[in-house]
């Protein structure tokens, strides 16, 4: 069974950095993508960043580009999530997903192409 567990969010205010860590168990940490989703309070999930199993190729939302950075560390089975110049709407609580075996590159920015999912982290920012 894998698991993943989110750390590092908190209450920061509008302008402020965060940074998130996700640590995986498994040992085929490599092979996956992850990604990275938030939910506010009322509205669905949504897609914040994806990275590939190398780490070579990433992905964000329009609303974070730009100031949102994924990576990874394999070797560390961890992947993070730099935020900067936060704004009051990146309000949410933030999950780190792992792929779904056999999903296709398009469902990386839905729910439906990951099948493995951490507690959630809180990220507050004040304005």
């Known amino acids: 069974q894998v698991q993943l567990v989110e750390n590092g969010g908190g209450l920061v205010q509008a302008g402020g950095s965060l940074r998130l860590s996700c640590a995986a168990s498994g040992r085929t940490f490599s092979s996956y993508y992850m990604g990275w989703f938030r939910q506010a309070p009322g509205k669905e999930r949504e897609f914040v960043a994806h990275i590939s199993g190398s780490g070579g190729g990433t992905y964000y939302a329009d609303s974070v580009k730009g100031r949102f950075t994924i990576s990874r560390d394999n070797a560390k089975n961890t992947v993070y999530l730099q935020m900067n110049s936060l704004k009051p709407e990146d309000t949410g609580v933030y999950y780190c997903?792992?792929?779904?075996?056999?999903?296709?590159?398009?469902?990386?920015?839905?729910?439906?192409?990951?099948?493995?999912w951490g507690q959630g982290t809180q990220v507050t920012v004040s304005s």
């Open positions: 997903a792992r792929s779904r075996i056999g999903s296709s590159y398009t469902s990386y920015t839905s729910t439906s192409g990951y099948n493995y």
